[in-house]
């Protein structure tokens, strides 16, 4: 479609230009990870907001036939329930007003573009308790303002509203002290302004840039939820001597082979994998073709679904007893989905952050006639929350913000709790826990005073910068001395997927000489990119 033509948008050109967005998005995709106010390896706004796209684009599907406002009511169902971390839920939102704009319309003009434009930032605005300027919400509602009187054709409106959204972008430092401290602007209001670029260079006809030069930032794989059964295949493809892989190539291999929730991520010198497939044999093949394999992780999602039907299937035609109460749990590595489970919790393992439709099933998996979910990330808040507007009569979040507040809420509960006692207990037990998160520093940074190199180890207390030391384990005592306070009684240290040996061998000692007063408990935790999480209480 080129700009002379664009005077309003079908269903098919809506989806056109959100396929091209999702692609312009995926390029920048390292560059929005990277800019992280605090600068912790498992950034993932790009890759929250790219999988909450790219799930509203399934939800819409063909778009040969039917209404813009029904394909944009459509991807907003889709995107309401793939939406990944705060970042994707916003995103979800504004994409929900967007569609209420172009409600019942056959085709979006200009004026219905820039209607639904200010639409999406109202709801998105809407939607959030307490509304940050500096935000994501700010580049919404700044792109939305540039368009408002929608004269023109719809590029010019998409004209207005992309190149608004980049100024306001770079405005981000001066509206939020914390962006103008660490140095970055906004990482959400930078893939509000890509997405708008993109739907710009879609209907204008503009082809795509080459890839930007972004930084190497680790970029976590998170979990793709799938409607279906069938295969889930993920493994690591590495580059052989020669060429570098080519991941573009490697996505439309797994497309032509009917893949479906594909996700690859990396750089030309590896790439990690994820497909669901009804055989996994292409998959395979397709990876085995751009380099070589290793990591390989096959599930069976028909016989892990059969698996959770028996269990739940009444004995003998006699219906089971359902529990009063049960608990989710989010977990980031095995060790501390065994502590959840240990604790009668489901445990949903998570690479990434989990969708509000990752919830609702596990919830619903919990057999329970209500059931706590507990987040245990910032981040993953809002996707829960969402998840109880969607089934309010069976969800409560308790909004646990880390895995140390998850365990002490899940033992504050048991399943003969009457749920309104349950939920107080659990409320009253977070309260009471302090996190330390130990990592290496993803890039030069100062913030609050602490300075950090690039790959120097740092540790956050209650999800802020604390300390910097030369080594993970100095990181940790510097952060739990100012964590240990009167009624400190127990610490509690997961150990991460990376901690050396030797490390460990004489970290318990270290504590107990550094917090004498406190009881000390090491356990195996796996989760990647922290090497240690600890908790006070």
């Given at each position: 479609?080129?700009?002379?033509e664009a005077?309003?948008?079908?269903?098919?050109?809506?989806?056109?230009?959100?396929?091209?967005?999702a692609?312009?998005?995926?390029?920048?995709?390292?560059?929005?990870?990277?800019?992280?106010?605090?600068?912790?390896?498992?950034?993932?706004?790009g890759?929250?907001?790219?999988?909450?796209?790219?799930?509203?684009?399934?939800?819409?599907?063909?778009?040969?036939?039917?209404?813009?406002?029904?394909?944009?009511q459509?991807?907003?169902?889709?995107?309401?329930?793939?939406?990944?971390?705060?970042?994707?839920?916003?995103?979800?939102?504004?994409?929900?007003?967007?569609?209420?704009?172009?409600?019942?319309?056959?085709v979006?003009?200009?004026?219905?573009?820039?209607?639904?434009?200010?639409?999406?930032?109202?709801t998105?605005?809407?939607?959030?308790?307490?509304?940050?300027?500096?935000?994501m919400l700010?580049v919404?509602?700044?792109?939305?303002?540039?368009?408002?009187?929608?004269?023109?054709?719809?590029?010019?409106?998409?004209?207005?509203?992309?190149?608004?959204?980049?100024?306001?972008?770079?405005?981000?430092?001066?509206?939020?002290?914390?962006?103008?401290?660490?140095?970055?602007?906004?990482?959400?209001?930078?893939?509000?302004?890509?997405?708008?670029?993109?739907?710009?260079?879609a209907?204008?006809?503009?082809p795509l840039?080459?890839a930007?030069?972004?930084?190497?930032?680790?970029?976590?794989?998170?979990?793709?939820?799938?409607?279906?059964?069938?295969?889930?295949?993920?493994?690591?493809?590495s580059?052989?001597?020669?060429?570098?892989?080519?991941?573009?190539?490697?996505?439309?291999?797994?497309?032509?082979?009917?893949?479906?929730?594909?996700?690859?991520?990396?750089?030309?010198?590896?790439?990690?994998?994820?497909?669901?497939?009804?055989?996994?044999?292409?998959?395979l093949?397709?990876?085995v073709?751009?380099?070589?394999?290793?990591?390989i992780?096959?599930?069976?999602?028909?016989?892990?679904?059969?698996?959770?039907?028996?269990?739940?299937?009444?004995?003998?035609?006699?219906?089971?007893?359902?529990?009063a109460?049960?608990?989710?749990?989010?977990?980031?590595?095995?060790?501390?989905?065994?502590?959840?489970?240990?604790?009668g919790?489901?445990?949903?393992?998570?690479?990434g952050?989990?969708?509000?439709?990752?919830?609702?099933?596990?919830?619903?998996?919990a057999?329970?006639?209500?059931?706590?979910?507990?987040?245990?990330?910032?981040?993953?808040?809002?996707?829960?929350?969402?998840?109880?507007?969607?089934?309010?009569?069976?969800?409560?979040?308790?909004?646990?913000?880390?895995?140390?507040?998850?365990?002490a809420?899940a033992?504050?509960?048991?399943?003969?709790?009457?749920?309104?006692?349950?939920?107080?207990?659990?409320?009253?037990?977070?309260d009471?826990?302090?996190?330390?998160?130990v990592?290496?520093?993803?890039?030069?940074?100062?913030?609050?005073?602490?300075?950090a190199r690039?790959?120097?180890?740092?540790?956050?207390?209650?999800?802020?910068?604390?300390?910097?030391?030369?080594?993970?384990?100095?990181?940790?005592?510097?952060?739990?001395?100012?964590?240990?306070?009167p009624s400190?009684?127990?610490?509690?240290v997961?150990?991460g997927?990376?901690?050396?040996?030797?490390?460990?061998?004489?970290?318990?000692?270290?504590?107990?000489?550094?917090?004498?007063?406190?009881?000390?408990?090491?356990?195996?935790?796996?989760?990647p990119?922290?090497?240690?999480?600890?908790?006070?209480?």
């Amino acid at each position: 479609m080129t700009a002379t033509e664009a005077t309003a948008l079908t269903a098919a050109a809506l989806r056109d230009a959100f396929g091209v967005a999702a692609r312009w998005l995926e390029l920048n995709r390292d560059a929005i990870n990277a800019i992280n106010v605090y600068p912790v390896p498992d950034g993932d706004t790009g890759t929250n907001m790219l999988l909450t796209l790219r799930a509203a684009i399934d939800a819409g599907g063909g778009a040969d036939a039917g209404t813009a406002g029904a394909y944009a009511q459509a991807c907003a169902r889709g995107a309401l329930l793939g939406a990944r971390g705060n970042s994707g839920v916003i995103l979800s939102q504004m994409l929900r007003g967007f569609a209420a704009g172009l409600d019942g319309l056959e085709v979006a003009d200009a004026p219905a573009l820039a209607g639904a434009l200010r639409s999406a930032a109202d709801t998105a605005y809407a939607a959030v308790s307490a509304p940050v300027e500096g935000t994501m919400l700010t580049v919404m509602r700044d792109a939305a303002d540039a368009a408002a009187d929608g004269t023109g054709g719809v590029i010019d409106v998409l004209r207005s509203a992309a190149t608004e959204a980049l100024v306001s972008v770079d405005r981000t430092p001066q509206l939020l002290p914390r962006l103008r401290e660490a140095g970055v602007v906004d990482s959400g209001g930078l893939g509000v302004a890509v997405i708008l670029v993109g739907l710009r260079m879609a209907v204008a006809g503009e082809p795509l840039p080459p890839a930007p030069p972004t930084p190497r930032g680790a970029v976590d794989l998170a979990a793709v939820t799938h409607e279906g059964h069938g295969y889930c295949t993920e493994y690591v493809v590495s580059r052989r001597d020669g060429a570098p892989l080519d991941e573009a190539a490697l996505i439309a291999a797994l497309d032509a082979a009917g893949g479906d929730s594909i996700l690859v991520v990396g750089d030309p010198d590896a790439l990690h994998v994820h497909v669901h497939l009804d055989d996994p044999g292409p998959a395979l093949t397709a990876g085995v073709a751009a380099g070589t394999l290793s990591g390989i992780k096959i599930d069976n999602m028909q016989l892990q679904h059969e698996a959770w039907s028996a269990t739940h299937r009444a004995t003998d035609g006699v219906a089971a007893a359902i529990p009063a109460i049960g608990v989710v749990a989010v977990a980031a590595g095995l060790g501390i989905a065994e502590a959840f489970r240990a604790l009668g919790a489901v445990a949903l393992l998570a690479d990434g952050k989990p969708s509000p439709a990752a919830f609702l099933e596990a919830a619903r998996s919990a057999g329970s006639k209500r059931v706590f979910l507990l987040p245990n990330d910032v981040d993953a808040i809002m996707a829960a929350d969402q998840a109880a507007r969607e089934a309010p009569d069976l969800l409560t979040v308790i909004p646990t913000r880390s895995i140390p507040a998850g365990i002490a809420a899940a033992v504050a509960s048991t399943p003969d709790d009457a749920p309104d006692d349950a939920e107080q207990a659990m409320r009253l037990a977070i309260d009471g826990v302090r996190c330390i998160e130990v990592t290496r520093s993803a890039r030069a940074v100062q913030i609050g005073g602490v300075a950090a190199r690039q790959g120097q180890p740092i540790a956050l207390l209650d999800g802020r910068l604390a300390a910097s030391a030369e080594t993970l384990e100095d990181a940790l005592l510097v952060a739990l001395q100012s964590a240990v306070g009167p009624s400190a009684e127990v610490v509690s240290v997961y150990l991460g997927q990376d901690v050396p040996e030797e490390a460990v061998a004489s970290l318990r000692a270290r504590i107990e000489a550094a917090v004498p007063a406190l009881t000390v408990e090491l356990i195996e935790g796996g989760q990647p990119y922290y090497p240690y999480v600890a908790g006070v209480e």
